[in-house]
């Protein structure tokens, strides 16, 4: 593109949050903690799905791939932010930044199916109880739970293809917290317009087709709450998915947020927080709603801290 410096680069650098003003060290162990505690809590309730036999569900079985899907999250793009805050700054290799990318929206596509998944495991448990375990069988259960691995890393791959043929000459630092679309698009000299009709294109699919989804399941899920007679059977029921909700909120509200928000001027720093919550909470978050909101977890726990 005219107007940019041909030189071309090798080497990129994740600023992260940039100056911490000597507070670099207290923010590593904070952050250290949470990747530990999110590893651990995921590792957790996938251990605990393996080897409980009152876990082994469709529901729980579901939750364990949702498990699974927050540690490769957390693994992809936490370790390279702790590096950037411990050296104020972490370089990497673009082939290694493309790769941390091409993870992130893999994984970013694959939680929105599994999500939506999860949301017709729901709606067929509470809807049509009685043909709930003739309909969820072992094959469909499989199917559903890998399918959503295959959507996020094989249609991944369409986008990541152009991305990889980037040249870079126009700086090489990344002012954010991973390696995200919006900032190599900046730093790069080449022609962006394929890549962002490709995200435009494939954010129908991908992301709001799936949130569509889980949006029709929960009418019909509250709907027939609503026809249960006593106020106990109604609590009773909206328990079994008061946790999916919960999850469902706090990664569709963090996801759509962030690409609300410019990553630009002021609404930079706002943009990484919002980054933040998503790749870095929201997998903590989500062991914790299961673990103190689910009697059948806290049970297993219970049963395993005992012998």
């Not at 990541?160 to 995200?180: E, L």
Request: include cysteine; charge should be neutral; glycine fraction near 6%.
């Amino acid at each position: 593109m005219p107007g940019k410096n041909e030189s071309r680069i090798t080497e990129l650098i994740l600023l992260g949050f940039g100056n911490l003003y000597g507070f670099n060290i207290l923010i590593f162990i904070i952050f250290l903690n949470i990747f530990l505690f999110t590893v651990t809590g995921n590792l957790l309730i996938i251990v605990l799905v393996s080897i409980s036999h009152n876990l082994h569900s469709p529901m729980y079985f579901f939750i364990c791939h949702l498990s699974m899907s927050d540690i490769v999250l957390t693994t992809n793009t936490l370790p390279s932010l702790l590096g950037a805050i411990l050296h104020d700054g972490k370089r990497m290799t673009i082939i290694g930044c493309i790769t941390q990318f091409y993870f992130f929206s893999g994984i970013s596509i694959t939680e929105c199916f599994l999500l939506a998944v999860m949301s017709y495991d729901r709606y067929l448990a509470i809807c049509v109880p009685l043909r709930y375990m003739s309909i969820m069988d072992f094959t469909l259960c499989t199917c559903l739970s890998v399918l959503p691995w295959m959507l996020g890393f094989i249609l991944n791959i369409l986008g990541i293809i152009p991305i990889s043929n980037f040249q870079f000459c126009d700086g090489n630092i990344i002012d954010h917290i991973y390696c995200d679309l919006s900032p190599l698009e900046e730093l790069s000299c080449s022609d962006t317009s394929l890549v962002e009709l490709l995200a435009f294109v494939s954010s129908m699919p991908v992301f709001i087709c799936p949130c569509g989804f889980i949006i029709l399941t929960y009418v019909h899920i509250f709907l027939t709450i609503l026809r249960i007679p006593s106020t106990t059977g109604r609590q009773k029921t909206f328990s079994t998915c008061s946790s999916h909700l919960l999850v469902v909120s706090a990664f569709y509200g963090t996801l759509i947020t962030k690409y609300m928000i410019p990553s630009i001027g002021h609404a930079l720093l706002l943009n990484k927080i919002i980054s933040l919550l998503h790749t870095v909470f929201t997998p903590l978050f989500n062991p914790l709603v299961y673990s103190l909101r689910n009697q059948d977890i806290r049970a297993a726990l219970r049963k395993i801290s005992e012998h």
